[in-house]
Every structure is written in structure tokens, then in C-alpha cells.
């Protein structure tokens, strides 16, 4: 069968940084051909070219068999190319039905949107992908994992062809994956071709027809799952194998470092008590919605709530942000691009963003000398790329806008730091470094809770894992936990 898209000897450079180099690649309509390689490795730039968000220097897509050039997105969405990003690109303050239909609401003669027709098609085509979504609310309403879902409805609803899925996953619990993968096996029947992107190499192997393999820009491998392993694939990523994803645990911890009692804010969540124990890490698990991250901003001050949160054995109740980061508390929000980064500013700027009252003079004069060796260190520390914090952030990958969001407060020396979905988006290498930094960290006393859609990750990473269900911590678990025990909690 001839590939549906088909791009041959793409090159690409971006002020003179050459991002793909001569790379090509093709899937079939009815398959699932899977892209995956290291932060950095010029997937995101590839899929871009394909969507027609940038032009190639030199190349060709091949579309049905047909040359094709697209001079901005849209001509690719009408084309049939849709590509769903990791960074979500919703309109946060329109109806979600709105999202659906941008740029191509239904009319009537006069020219009069239609509005029932257009909340009418929209809830079928939820109905059809089998997700509780109602189309008159806002999109800033519904959970980054929620928006992701409406995102890819978005594709699904302008008949795409081709569809083109960076990071689909990256913010969905373990029955939303299911969902989307139920997703995906009905558009593989209809004919779609869909292009995954993913770092979850667990996932890209239950999908895929076919893995291709992405490094510093070039295409080093094609593989399919049934003929090679993870190990087969990481070692094309990275030019190594990485034998451990997980650090070794704690052998022992620490005097109680932060106690939370009584945390409530109905009807997210109520009652939470729990302590966490300098040098440790303590996971938070549950499905999504279940009130963990809502519970991670509570404590980092950023929600008004009930009840007493204790550091150090001091009271920190009634705090902002500000005041919690003075205090030692540190927070890695799951959404890294509205609430955590300055995205049009340098990476220079984001990585001394929480710790700027250590850079002040008596005179209240920056330290920009040692603003720089600073940020430089943790550019390095972090193998932060491209190794130039002079660049603004937004033309980083997503992986290492990561990155520089760890580095951020890391710099902060915080006594407690909670990190929400800290390797989402990164690629194995990267995570890898991550885990061993976040052990690093406690280890040197300081406490770490850890939040992640991705379970093995929170038994991997944690000493004990508390587990959230409908906004209550049904449970604290502690010694070797299953799986199979943390959903019993998380479900039952």
C-alpha cells in the first residue's frame, strides 16, 4: 500500500541551528506510525513543516501521492492534516463548542451562526468518542487533561486524514489513555493515518504499526514493535541503554518536615491529612480530577482554604504563593506554559525567576554577573538545550522548558518542593536525569511530593504514596505497593 503522507529529504535550519537534517518518513492511511527521539531531536519541528506552521529550506511532502506546500496551517487542516499539540492551543475564554468549530461555525442564509446546530454536533461528536464534555462551557473550566480530550475531538470534527498527535497523552490517567486508545483503533478503521508522538515508549509500542527514530536531527532507525524492544529503541534515542529509570529509594528519612491537617476546600477536597518527612518523597496518585493538584495549590497558597499546614513546626496557614515561596515551599505546576514559565522571556530570566531576592543588592540593584553564572550552572546542571540562556524560552522544545522549570526551583533551595507531573513531556534520557535529581534532592534533606497521571513513575519515585479518590487521600501506602493496590483506593 502507497503511504498516504510521505515527506522525503526534509532539511530544516532556524538562524542558522540546523534542526533536520535530509529526514524522511511516511505512514499509511489505517496506521499508526509513531515518531519518537530525545527533546531537542527536531520531532516537534518535522510535524510543524507536515502541519504547515513552518516551510522547509529543502524537501518534499507527498500528499495522496501528490507534491503539496502548505503557507500557514489552515491549508494543511483543509488539506486533511490536523495536528493536535502538546501545547494546547484552545482559546481558554470561549465555549468549548466554539473551540470545535473555530474559523468554520455553521451558518444560515443570512450568515448568523447556528448556534444549536453547533452545540448539537458537538455534543454528538463527544457522545461518538465517549467522553462527558458539555460544549456550552468555557474551556478554561475543564482540566488540562480535560482540554487535551478537546483538543483531539477538535481534530477528529474537521474530518482529518491525517492526524498528527504530539504528546497525546502526556496529561490523561490510566482510563483516559484507555479512552484514547479506543479513539485511535476507531479512526485506524476508518482510514486516518495518525502520526503519535510520544516519550512513553510503553504506549508507542501498544499503538504503532511502526516506530521511527529521531536523533540530533537526523532519521537513525524504523522499526516495528513486533521485531525490536524498548531497549532496541531507547539505544537508537540516546546512542546508549539506560538500564534504571528509577533511582534506589530512601533508606531512611528524616524528622517530619511539613504536616497537613484538616486541608479542605469543599466540594474539591476535604479532610486531607498527611505529613511528609525531610529526605523523602511522597507520592500523590489517584485519577484524574480526584483533587491532587488541587491540594499541591492549596498548600503552595495559591487556593484559599481550611485547616492547618504546618512547616518546620511552624504555622504557614493563610499564605500566598509569595509568602510560600519565601518559606521554603516550592511548586512545579503541571502546566508549565500559563502558569509556570515567562515564555517570551530568556530562559536566563525563568531560572532566576523564584530566587530573585538573593540576587539584590543593599541598594536593591540586580546582580546580573552572578544572575549569570548562576543561571549558566543550572543550564548545564539540567543539560538544558541548545546551552545558551540567552535564548527566550518559547523556542525551546517542550522537554526543556521542563527542564528550566526544575532548574527554577531548584535554584530556590526550598526545604519542601511539590512537583506536578514533572517529567511530563520529556523524553526517557531526560526523565532518567529527572528522577535522579528529584531523589538528589531529597536526599539532602529537603521534602518532595510527587504527582504524576503515570503510576509506575509514582511507584518508582516514591517512599510512600498517598492516594486520592473523589477528593479525599483514601489511603497511605507504604513498603513495595502494586499497582493493582493503589487503583483498589483510587477506584473503590
Known amino acids: 500500500m502507497e503511504a498516504l503522507l510521505r515527506v522525503e529529504g526534509i532539511s530544516k535550519s532556524f538562524a542558522g541551528n540546523r534542526v533536520l ?67 494546547l492551543s484552545l482559546a481558554p475564554n470561549m465555549k468549548v463548542a466554539q473551540n470545535i468549530f473555530i474559523r468554520r461555525q455553521p451558518r444560515n442564509r443570512l450568515g448568523f451562526i447556528q448556534w444549536k446546530r453547533m452545540l448539537a454536533e458537538t455534543r454528538a461528536l463527544f457522545e461518538r468518542i465517549g467522553v462527558n464534555i458539555d460544549p456550552n462551557r468555557l474551556v478554561a473550566e475543564y482540566s488540562i487533561a480535560m482540554q487535551q480530550i478537546i483538543e483531539i475531538a477538535k481534530a477528529i470534527s474537521m474530518d482529518a486524514r491525517v492526524i498528527i498527535m504530539d504528546e497525546p497523552t502526556s496529561a490523561l490517567s490510566g482510563s483516559e489513555v484507555d479512552r484514547l486508545y479506543a479513539i485511535v483503533d476507531e479512526l485506524k478503521a476508518q482510514g486516518v493515518a495518525i502520526v503519535f508522538i510520544s516519550h512513553k515508549l510503553g504506549e508507542v509500542f501498544k499503538v504503532s504499526n511502526e516506530i521511527s527514530v529521531l536523533r540530533d536531527g537526523h532519521m537513525v532507525g524504523n522499526v516495528r514493535p513486533g521485531e525490536a524492544t524498548t531497549q532496541d529503541v531507547i539505544h537508537l534515542m540516546v546512542g546508549r541503554s539506560i538500564d534504571q529509570l528509577y533511582p534506589p529509594k530512601a533508606e531512611t528519612t528524616g524528622e517530619e518536615i511539613l504536616k497537613v491537617e484538616g486541608l479542605s476546600n469543599p466540594p474539591v477536597f476535604n479532610d486531607i491529612n498527611f505529613t511528609l518527612r525531610r529526605g523523602e518523597i511522597l507520592g500523590f496518585a ?96 539540567m543539560e538544558i538545550r541548545p546551552f545558551n540562556d540567552e535564548v527566550n524560552i518559547i523556542n525551546l522544545s517542550g522537554g526543556n522548558q521542563q527542564k528550566s522549570l526544575l532548574a527554577k526551583w531548584l535554584l530556590s533551595a526550598p526545604k519542601v518542593l511539590i512537583a506536578d507531573e514533572p517529567t511530563r513531556g520529556v523524553d526517557v534520557g531526560a526523565k532518567v536525569k529527572i528522577h535522579n535529581d528529584l531523589r538528589e534532592l531529597a536526599n539532602q534533606g529537603v521534602g518532595v511530593i510527587v504527582i504524576s497521571s503515570e503510576l509506575p513513575e509514582v511507584l518508582g519515585l516514591s517512599d510512600r504514596v498517598a492516594v486520592f479518590r473523589e477528593g479525599h487521600i483514601t489511603a497511605i501506602l507504604d513498603g513495595d505497593v502494586t499497582q493493582a493496590e493503589v487503583m483498589k483506593y483510587a477506584t473503590q
Open 286 to 381: 489517584g485519577l484524574v480530577g480526584s483533587g491532587r493538584t488541587e491540594v499541591a495549590r492549596a498548600i503552595f497558597g495559591a487556593d484559599h482554604t481550611a485547616g492547618r499546614i504546618t512547616l518546620n513546626g511552624k504555622s504557614v496557614n493563610n499564605r500566598s504563593p509569595h509568602s510560600a515561596i519565601k518559606d521554603g515551599i516550592a511548586y512545579l505546576t503541571e502546566d508549565r506554559k500559563t502558569l509556570g514559565l515567562f515564555l517570551t522571556m530568556p530562559v536566563r530570566d525563568n531560572i532566576v525567576a523564584a530566587s530573585l531576592d538573593h540576587f539584590v543588592t543593599r541598594l536593591r540593584m540586580l546582580k546580573h554577573n552572578a544572575i549569570a553564572e548562576n543561571s549558566r550552572r543550572y543550564v548545564e546542571k
Open 21 to 87: 537534517h535530509d529526514v524522511s518518513f511516511s505512514v499509511k492511511a489505517g496506521e499508526v506510525h509513531s515518531l519518537v527521539g530525545e527533546n531537542g531531536a527536531g520531532k516537534s519541528t518535522l510535524m510543524n513543516i507536515i502541519g504547515g506552521i513552518h516551510r522547509p529550506d529543502s524537501g518534499t511532502i507527498f500528499f495522496d501521492g501528490q507534491p503539496v506546500s502548505f503557507d500557514d496551517p489552515w491549508q494543511a487542516k483543509k488539506r486533511g492534516i490536523s495536528l493536535v499539540h502538546q501545547e
